[in-house]
């Protein structure tokens, strides 16, 4: 059987960063997203007892670059003694370039797989097994705002608000479009292991999830402003301070995040957040979206603006 599922990406307002367990891919830390709306990955699974090897194209093209992932993903949800599967990828976004491209795919891919697979995972399941691939998609599963905690064994997911409760916009300023020098996953280990200002990182990040949870909760925009603003510049400090350093950032990375803030001077509501790439998100309310998006696109250098609001969590499509 065919199955087809649709998932965006999420970007994180307290971020993950940091392996607790890195064989399981447990994170280190709690984190809270809100899931993207006009951004996505479909994925398509098909289990054929005729083929010999997994097969894996993306937009159409194959692609071998993700194929032991997407048979890792495949394992987890079916066995390894599974048949093989043909599983194909849209995405209408850049991929590997720190737009969180692997949230929104392994998500997808959780769903599809057990569809297809007959299997029917609940979503707690399924964010445990898009978790294992990649950290990020674990939160994907789930629509609007999302928060997953780390526990010793495992993780849990849960939806802390609806797109609509509190409907906030994404623009994104698309600064490079080459994939990232280093992996995520890399860079984490590696900080852990050398940067001075991790054991703090680790320490400080229930606070941080307890004001942001507040935040949302409240629909305070000033307090979720400046708790996601210093989270995101602590985790790129982790980085800078990792040997040898890690900076994912460009001269149009710090361009924007001025801009952002002269705005917010202004009196317009919006902030930045940054993930392990040089593309710069500003999380604002849907009045201010326009205008951000123009001084962003004003930018020298930045190649594309986006523009998403909230959306739903990972989903079957009709049409596997
Ligand atoms: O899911 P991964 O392994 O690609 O890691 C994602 C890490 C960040 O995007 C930088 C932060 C986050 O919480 O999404």
């Given at each position: 059987m065919r199955a087809l599922a649709k998932a965006q990406p999420n970007i994180a307002l307290i971020k993950y960063w940091g392996k607790r367990d890195i064989e399981r891919n447990l994170p280190a830390v709690g984190s809270l997203s809100i899931t993207l709306e006009s951004l996505w990955t479909t994925m398509s699974v098909e289990f054929l007892p005729t083929l010999e090897q997994d097969r894996f194209s993306l937009n159409g093209t194959p692609c071998d670059a993700l194929l032991s992932r997407v048979s890792r993903c495949l394992d987890r949800v079916a066995g390894d003694a599974r048949d093989r599967a043909a599983v194909a990828s849209e995405c209408n976004f850049p991929i590997a370039a720190g737009l969180a491209s692997s949230a929104s795919a392994f998500a997808a891919l959780a769903l599809a797989a057990s569809e297809a697979a007959g299997e029917r995972l609940d979503a707690p399941s399924l964010a445990r097994v898009a978790g294992s691939i990649s950290g990020s998609a674990a939160r994907s599963v789930f629509g609007g705002f999302v928060e997953l905690s780390a526990g010793a064994d495992d993780i849990e997911v849960r939806s802390l608000a609806a797109p609509e409760a509190w409907p906030l916009c994404v623009v994104v300023a698309v600064t490079a479009l080459e994939p990232k020098p280093i992996a995520s996953g890399d860079a984490m280990i590696r900080g852990a292991q050398s940067s001075p200002f991790y054991p703090r990182w680790i320490a400080q990040q229930t606070e941080d999830l307890k004001a942001a949870r507040a935040a949302v909760a409240s629909h305070d925009f000033a307090r979720l402003a400046a708790v996601a603003e210093h989270n995101c510049l602590k985790m790129h400090s982790v980085m800078w301070t990792s040997r040898p350093p890690i900076v994912y950032w460009n001269s149009v990375t710090l361009a924007c995040m001025q801009a952002?803030?002269?705005?917010?001077?202004?009196?317009?509501?919006?902030?930045?957040?940054?993930?392990?790439?040089?593309?710069?998100?500003?999380?604002?309310?849907?009045?201010?979206?326009?205008?951000?998006?123009?001084?962003?696109?004003?930018?020298?250098?930045?190649?594309?603006?986006?523009?998403?609001?909230?959306?739903?969590?990972?989903?079957?499509?009709?049409?596997?």
């Open positions: 952002v803030r002269a705005l917010r001077a202004n009196g317009h509501s919006v902030f930045f957040t940054i993930d392990a790439g040089p593309q710069v998100k500003a999380v604002c309310l849907p009045e201010h979206a326009d205008t951000v998006a123009a001084a962003l696109g004003d930018i020298d250098g930045v190649a594309q603006i986006l523009i998403s609001g909230l959306g739903p969590g990972a989903r079957l499509l009709d049409g596997g």
